[in-house]
């Protein structure tokens, strides 16, 4: 199973500049290959912006990609 980080609706985490970087087109999402590597980047991106209040969520890619359609 593959998870992806949700900000807020219909904006993800990707792999793009920014603090975090983070896109609003699902296809361009980062996609974590397990549950560890995306709880581990959610902590990571969390204290990396402790100026900013954050309340990301981690969804499977499958349910993630249905919000979206």
């Not at 793009?16 to 549950?35: C, M, N, Q």
Request: charged letters at 35%.
């Amino acid at each position: 199973m593959s998870y992806v980080i949700k900000i807020q609706k219909g904006c993800w985490i990707a792999l793009r500049d920014g603090d975090p970087g983070r896109t609003l087109v699902f296809e361009s999402a980062k996609i974590f290959r397990s549950l560890g590597a995306a709880t581990r980047a959610k902590n990571k991106i969390i204290a990396e912006n402790t100026h900013r209040k954050m309340n990301l969520e981690i969804l499977d890619r499958e349910t993630a990609k249905k919000e979206v359609e």
